[in-house]
Nanobody, 120 residues
């Protein structure tokens, strides 16, 4: 399975941006997907995750109410809608996949990052 993240770029504070992560290959084994981010000089941190059906989601406190994770299983794609981004949201964003919603994403499948820069 390969994951391809896209949609990053420059966005103004208070604007919006949508990231996408498309899966290819043997996607049947993928159950849960998540978004993580890493800013320069900082450790990678959890942003959001979603289960297979899309009915169960979880968010980091820092993005709760501003970001929304969703998925389209017909397209094997997961999205991260970023509304009202802040400069502190600037980071490389990574998508990852695991077989169980409660699995450790560290041992999952990771895609390459897509850079998001929030600046006026």
């Amino acid at each position: 399975v390969q994951l391809q993240a896209s949609g990053g770029g420059l966005v103004q504070p208070g604007g919006s941006l949508r990231l996408s992560c498309a899966a290819s290959g043997r996607t049947r084994s993928i159950y849960a997907k998540g978004w993580f981010r890493q800013a320069p000089g900082k450790e990678r941190e959890f942003v959001a995750k979603i289960n297979w059906s899309g009915e169960t989601t979880s968010y980091a406190d820092s993005v709760m109410g501003r970001f929304t994770i969703s998925r389209d299983n017909a397209k094997n794609t997961v999205y991260l809608q970023m509304n009202s981004p802040k400069p502190e949201d600037t980071a490389a964003y990574y998508c990852a996949a695991v077989q169980s919603y409660y699995s450790d994403f560290t041992s999952g499948i990771w895609g390459q990052g897509t850079q998001v820069t929030v600046s006026s």
